[in-house]
């Protein structure tokens, strides 16, 4: 009892054209055709997202610096100057 014959979708078809008319009905189709398909592309490009192997904004590196050598002035020093 739970599946739909043929007939019933029959009417189910008339009155949706009849609600709707003849002319909605390919431009509903064809922006639900659009809708699908961006969201085909946008699910694969966020699957895509988490697959890349180089990161973009990743740490750089930086240029070798030579240690420098402070000395110390002591107080001795400038007592005897």
Same mark, same amino acid.
């Given at each position: 009892?739970? $599946?739909?014959?043929?007939?019933?979708? $029959? %009417?189910?078809?008339?009155?949706?054209?009849?609600?709707?008319?003849?002319? !909605?009905?390919?431009?509903?189709?064809?922006?639900?055709?659009?809708?699908?398909? %961006?969201?085909?592309?946008?699910?694969?490009?966020?699957? &895509?997202?988490? &697959?890349?192997? !180089?990161? $973009?904004?990743?740490?750089?590196?930086?240029?070798?610096?030579?240690?420098?050598?402070?000395?110390?002035?002591?107080?001795?020093?400038? !007592?005897?100057?």
């Amino acid at each position: 009892m739970g $599946a739909l014959s043929w007939w019933h979708w $029959a %009417i189910v078809l008339v009155v949706v054209v009849v609600l709707f008319g003849s002319k !909605k009905l390919p431009e509903a189709a064809r922006g639900l055709g659009r809708s699908m398909r %961006i969201f085909k592309s946008e699910m694969a490009e966020m699957a &895509n997202d988490g &697959n890349d192997k !180089k990161p $973009a904004d990743g740490p750089k590196e930086l240029p070798a610096v030579e240690p420098t050598v402070q000395v110390d002035v002591t107080s001795d020093e400038k !007592k005897s100057a």
